[in-house]
């Protein structure tokens, strides 16, 4: 599986940036999608995950209610909208893709097998 995130960029403080994850290779249906995010100097972090079931998502409450992960499971892909964005949602954001378990939530990187390339997003004050 290889994972092609886009769509980051530089966005005033209280706009919005869509975020694009796209899968290639089978059984996209069968992953459960994540996204990720790190800022200079600090760990990289969860921020939302959808699993197999696009009914089933989980936020980083630092993101809950401003954030929207969604899939495409025809298109193989995963976005992730954010909306009302603050200077401290700056960071390098990846997505990334596992194989469904049921011992795992997802909402850590090591529960994860495949990740993109990261894409920048930058939030102005």
């Known amino acids: 599986v290889q994972l092609q995130a886009y769509g980051g960029g530089l966005v005033q403080a209280g706009g919005s940036l869509r975020l694009s994850c796209a899968a290639s290779?089978?059984?996209?249906?069968?992953?459960?999608m994540g996204w990720f995010r790190q800022a200079p100097g600090k760990e990289r972090e969860f921020v939302a995950r959808?699993?197999?079931?696009?009914?089933?998502?989980s936020y980083a409450d630092s993101v809950k209610d401003r954030f929207t992960i969604t899939r495409d499971n025809a298109k193989n892909t995963a976005d992730l909208q954010m909306n009302s964005l603050k200077p401290d949602d700056t960071a390098v954001y990846y997505c990334?893709?596992?194989?469904?378990?049921?011992?795992?939530?997802?909402?850590?990187?090591?529960?994860?097998?495949?990740w993109g390339q990261g894409t920048q997003v930058t939030v102005s004050s």
């Open positions: 290779g089978r059984a996209f249906s069968s992953y459960v």
């Open positions: 959808i699993s197999v079931i696009s009914s089933n998502t």
């Open positions: 990334a893709s596992g194989h469904f378990r049921t011992s795992r939530n997802f909402r850590y990187s090591d529960e994860y097998d495949y």
